[in-house]
Each structure stands twice: as C-alpha cells, then as structure tokens.
Nanobody
Framework: QVQLVESGGGSVEAGGSLRLSCKAS????????VGWFRQAPGKEREGVAS???????RYAESVRGRFTISKDNAENTLYLQMNSLKPDDTGLYFC????????????????WGQGTQVTVSS
C-alpha cells in the first residue's frame, strides 16, 4: 500500500521560506515521476514541480526560480524548498507519485498524500 505523508507547511510572511517534505512508503521515490501540487481556496489544483528517475525537473512558470524540488533516495523522501514566498503561493500542498518512470505534460499521478497547508501573509 502506497502512503505519502507531507509535512513542513506553516504560516510565513511574504518573502519567507518553507521546506516541505513527503515521506513515501510502499513506493520507491527513485523509481518514477513524483511531484508537488497545490490547491488554493476556490481554485483548481495545479502542478507545482516534478522530478523523475533521472532527476529531470519541471516547474510551473509561477514558481520557477523560487522553488526547488529534490529527493533523497536513501530516505525515500521528496522535498520542495520554497523561497521568496508570495501570498499567491498560499494553498494546500500535495505530494503525488506516478507509475510512470518519466514526467511528461500528461503524466497521471495515481498516488496522493493528504496535503500540508501553506499560508503566506502580505
């Protein structure tokens, strides 16, 4: 059974930083495409960043240059370092994993965590 457990969310002021973690069990982070998504109140869920088995990364244009996705294969943990946070970054952040080896625009994520809340105040 795959379990993804996020942590590290919180409340920060604009310009601050947070580091999200996603501990996986029943799924090997090194194996395939994994990523972070977020959902703001009243908005649809959107992809934030992804990383595949070759450590190739993709980022949403809105976070490029401010967020960094990484993984620790030994700890089987996915991370999202978020710097220069803006109020628009507020939302529930989800970790997700795919059965696909590589990330593509239409990759399907079949495994999801429960989310961790990020709130950025101005």
């Amino acid at each position: 059974q795959v379990q993804l457990v996020e942590s590290g969310g919180g409340s920060v002021e604009a310009g601050g930083s947070l580091r999200l973690s996603c501990k996986a069990s029943g799924y090997s982070i090194r194996r395939g495409c994994v990523g972070w998504f977020r959902q703001a109140p009243g908005k649809e869920r959107e992809g934030v960043a992804s990383i595949d088995r070759n450590d190739s990364t993709r980022y949403a244009e809105s976070v490029r240059g401010r967020f960094t996705i990484s993984k620790d294969n030994a700890e089987n943990t996915l991370y999202l370092q978020m710097n220069s946070l803006k109020p628009d970054d507020t939302g529930l952040y989800f970790c997700a994993a795919s059965d696909r080896l590589y990330c593509s625009v239409d990759v399907a994520f079949g495994y999801w965590g429960q989310g961790t809340q990020v709130t950025v105040s101005s």
